[in-house]
C-alpha cells in the first residue's frame, strides 16, 4: 500500500460531467454522463473505475484513495445512475450503449490532456463495469483513444449464472422510499449480502451515495432510473447463453493484463468460469476473497491491496 500521509490525500472527489452521443436509434438527443475525479489531472497514469448495475461512481471512493497519488482517478456514473441524466428511451440502457459513453469519456481526457496519439488507461469495473470493459477493449485504439494496459474484471467474467440474474431482477427497479439514511441502509443491506463484511460505518458511507431526496420533499429514493430494469429483464437464458460465446471471443482476445477477483461464494461468476479464465486467452491472475459473495466492494484492506498490488506492480 501507498505510505503517503493520508494529509496529502484529497477527502473527497470533484465532480465532472461529460456530453455523451444519443443512446439509441430512437433517442438522438445527447445526454451527460457524471464522473468523479480523485488525484492530479495532468498525471501520465489513468485509471477509470466502473460500477455494477444499480450502483454509482463513489462506490471506489476507498479504492481512489488508495490510488491518487499514483493515478488520475476517474469513476463515471453511467447514464441513468448517480449524477448523470437519465435517458428518455430505456432502450439505451445497453452495454453497447455505455460503451460509446466511455468512449467519449476517454476523448475527453485526451482533449483535456491535448493528447494527438490514444492514451493509456488501467481499467477496473465491478460486474456490469467489467461487461463495459470488455466491450471497450474491442475497439481499437484510434478509435477508443485509448490503450487498455492492465484489466481488473471484478466478479465478472464471459459465463454469468442465470440464477443471479433472476435474482438482481426481483428488486432492480422497484420504487422505494425509506423514512431515513438507515432505514435505507438496512434495505439496502437485505439485498446486497453478498458484498460481505462491513462495519456500520462503512455501510453507510458506501450506501450514503445512492440516496436523493425524494420529488415530493417526503423521504429519500434511490439514485438510479427504474427504467435501467426494463432491458435488464428482458435478458432471458437463451440469450443470456448465446452471449457467452462472443464474450469468451471478446476476452480470449485481450492482449493486456488482467486480475480477476472473485467473491469465492459468488452466484453470478462460478468457480468453474474463474478457473478458465486464469487458463486461456490473457490468462488471468485470480483473486478470492473468503466469506465474500457478489461483489467485493474494494473497501477491504485485502481487496484494496489485491488492486493496489496489480496495477502498480
Not at 59 to 73: I, M
Not at 171 to 194: H, K, M
Request: charged share 20%.
Amino acid at each position: 500500500m501507498s505510505s503517503t500521509s493520508s494529509s496529502s490525500v484529497p477527502a473527497q472527489p470533484v465532480l465532472h460531467h461529460v456530453t455523451c452521443p444519443g443512446a439509441s436509434k430512437t433517442d438522438a438527443a445527447t445526454h451527460r454522463m457524471a464522473y468523479w475525479a480523485w488525484g492530479d489531472p495532468s498525471s501520465e497514469r489513468v485509471l477509470i473505475c466502473v460500477h455494477g448495475l444499480s450502483r454509482q461512481g463513489r462506490d471506489f471512493d476507498t479504492l481512489a484513495r488508495s490510488l491518487c497519488q499514483h493515478y488520475y482517478v476517474v469513476c463515471p456514473d453511467v447514464v441513468g445512475r448517480g449524477e448523470s441524466d437519465w435517458l428518455a428511451d430505456p432502450k439505451g440502457y445497453q452495454v453497447f450503449g455505455y460503451v460509446a459513453d466511455m468512449v467519449a469519456l476517454v476523448q475527453h481526457l485526451r482533449a483535456q490532456r491535448q493528447a494527438s496519439a490514444p492514451i493509456e488507461i488501467d481499467w477496473v469495473g465491478t460486474s456490469m463495469g467489467g461487461l463495459i470493459g470488455l466491450g471497450f477493449s474491442t475497439l481499437p485504439p484510434e478509435a477508443s483513444g485509448a490503450h487498455l494496459r492492465k484489466f481488473v474484471l471484478n466478479d465478472v467474467g464471459p459465463r454469468l449464472r442465470h440464477d443471479a440474474i433472476v435474482r438482481i431482477g426481483e428488486y432492480l427497479g422497484q420504487p422505494r422510499r425509506f423514512t431515513s439514511e438507515q432505514e435505507a441502509a438496512d434495505y439496502l443491506w437485505s439485498i446486497s449480502t453478498g458484498f460481505g463484511p462491513h462495519t456500520p460505518e462503512q455501510w453507510l458511507a458506501l450506501c450514503r451515495p445512492l440516496l436523493r431526496p425524494a420529488a415530493d420533499g417526503q423521504g429519500l429514493t434511490l439514485h438510479y432510473d427504474p427504467a435501467i430494469a426494463e432491458p435488464f429483464r428482458a435478458v432471458s437464458a437463451d440469450s443470456a447463453s448465446s452471449g457467452e460465446a462472443a464474450l469468451w471471443q471478446i476476452y480470449d482476445g485481450l492482449r493486456c493484463q488482467v486480475l480477476l477477483l472473485r467473491g469465492r461464494d459468488s452466484d453470478l461468476l462460478d468457480a468453474e468460469t474463474a478457473q478458465s479464465m486464469t487458463q486461456r486467452g490473457p490468462k488471468a491472475q485470480l483473486v478470492e476473497f473468503a466469506g465474500v459473495g457478489h461483489a467485493p466492494t474494494l473497501i477491504a484492506p485485502d481487496q484494496v491491496a489485491a488492486v493496489h498490488d496489480f496495477l502498480l506492480a
